[in-house]
């Protein structure tokens, strides 16, 4: 591997063509054109930043086999979804490469497991498992993620009735 190679990375605030002080207008001088680039202001996303950056730079085989970095397809893709999930005084979520290219995003909080997988952009499956009232969920997404929304938003609610209903 070469050292641009090495020291490069898709994440990464020190990159020559990004700049976090700058703003998000990057100016073309030839046209004088203006060219606006979202960026992701969550605590969760900037939190998961350097994850995100160390597993789409995994080495082939980081698995002990065959196991191939996160795509920037899917971390990129997974770092938007965040983005929107993202509910205040809720952790961040763990995030968890997959062998195949795959992410992984996990919440294990208020007696609620979340677990999403980044199969690619728009696939997605969801499970959440309750542990309160032993309720088990799986969804397959593609563009409506609005069910993802609900049970992120139930990792921030308070649940002690319900926890005082079940003992």
Not at 43 to 67: F, I, K, P, Q
Not at 71 to 88: G, H, K, M, P, T
Not at 125 to 135: F, P
């Amino acid at each position: 591997m070469n050292a641009l190679a090495q020291s490069s990375a898709a994440f990464q605030s020190g990159s020559s063509n990004y700049s976090p002080n700058g703003g998000n207008i990057s100016s073309l001088p030839s046209r004088q054109t203006q060219v606006r680039v979202p960026s992701h202001n969550s605590l969760w996303v900037r939190e998961l930043e350097s994850r995100l950056n160390e597993l789409t730079s995994l080495r082939r085989g980081w698995d002990g086999y065959d196991g191939i970095a996160v795509s920037f397809r899917c971390a990129n893709f997974a770092a938007n979804l965040i983005e929107r999930l993202y509910v205040d005084g809720v952790d961040a979520p763990q995030l968890v490469p997959g062998s195949d290219g795959t992410v992984q995003i996990e919440w294990h909080m208020n007696h609620l497991d979340i677990e999403i997988d980044i199969l690619a952009p728009y696939r997605v499956i969801a499970t959440r498992y309750d542990h309160l009232t032993g309720e088990d969920e799986e969804v397959e997404l593609g563009s409506d993620f609005t069910q993802l929304a609900i049970w992120v938003a139930d990792l921030g609610r308070d649940r002690s009735a319900l926890r005082a209903a079940v003992n």
